[in-house]
């Protein structure tokens, strides 16, 4: 079965979009989803920005605001709007989606935490709301939530990351086929094409 | 009958993508197409560029690249690659193209420079490459490029990109219906569906 992986970010609005939309679209088009969570932060930092461009440049913010709300709406998605903090700390939640991607929860566990940011503005960096999402999924929160501070799940988080850049990510959502690139959601159904026929 | 506004600067390599296709998919879609030649220079410094985007980050630039070649060969356009001068300076043929809209011929026109520009590498600053297309259109090519230095076409290019810049534009392609703002090619079949629905 032909693989994409799937990158992204916690803190990243157009992640969100993939995130609820990837997998019916992967399963029909008979592609394998690999879900590679990272960070954006070291990656922005190394090219100048200090926090999110929708941040820095404030019409372009406006303007993504209004485009995710078409977005969606479209969607059948419920009403978008940022939470509070924005944009998040995501760490905390990347770290326990590389314990999910090993442990076959990473799915349903990324779409509650994006659903709960973006859908419920929550701060996805709150242990509780994190706790809450990882007992409706019938998991262990204490136990899960102690692991992400142990060095070997920082590491794996680190080296992701470290992936990311070395395979020429600029942005999230990302898309991999292969070596071959596809960046932002508006991508997903070239990348998903681009899947089957290689 | 329902109006789109495209805003383009000709060094765009995304707004070269929309010109090429916006007129077939506006006259199926009922919709009428005001062309708007600006400049994104003085909006790109008002953010703090001092050159094109995908110079100051050359992992998006190598991406950009990708990304055009991969849609110029989906929509049939010819292979995609940048110019020698990229960014273009796009001072001559946006101030000409503010002439043909309103003499006309600014349609033939934008898709004659693009087509020069990002299929055959021409520099769109020579005055010979663009007599060349004016001659082509059956237009007075002298008169015309002598034109272009009088003060009343420096200033409509000038009040053009300020307009852009207080209607909120940050980048191009962009499209208008009325105050909705699109951005980007990927945005043209959404601001297509609006306006019909405004």
Chains 1, 2 share one sequence.
Do not use: C
Not at 64 to 80: H, I, K, N, Y
Not at 105 to 130: G, M, P
Not at 139 to 161: C, F, G, P, V
Request: aromatic share 12%; proline share 7%; hydrophobic share 50%.
């Amino acid at each position: 079965m032909p693989r994409l992986e799937f990158w992204y970010e916690f803190a990243s609005t157009y992640s969100y979009l993939s995130a609820m939309r990837i997998a019916p679209m992967a399963h029909a088009a008979g592609v394998e989803v690999v879900w590679k969570p990272f960070l954006l932060g070291p990656i922005f930092q190394a090219q100048g920005w200090h926090t999110s461009p929708f941040r820095i440049y404030p019409s372009k913010g406006r303007y993504m605001l209004r485009d995710l709300q078409r977005l969606a709406a479209e969607r059948g998605l419920p009403p978008f709007a940022l939470p509070a903090a924005f944009p998040a700390n995501s760490v905390p939640a990347a770290r326990l989606a590389i314990i999910g991607a090993r442990d076959g929860w990473v799915a349903a566990f990324t779409r509650a935490v994006f659903q709960a940011e973006f859908a419920e503005q929550a701060d996805i960096a709150d242990a509780s709301v994190l706790g809450r999402i990882l007992g409706q999924l019938g998991l262990d929160q204490t136990l899960l939530l102690a692991s992400i501070e142990r060095a070997e799940h920082k590491l794996s988080l680190r080296q992701q990351t470290a992936e990311a850049a070395r395979r020429g990510l600029f942005g999230a959502p990302s898309f991999l086929v292969g070596d071959e690139l596809f960046w932002g959601d508006d991508r997903l159904p070239q990348a998903l094409a681009y899947a089957t026929r290689s």
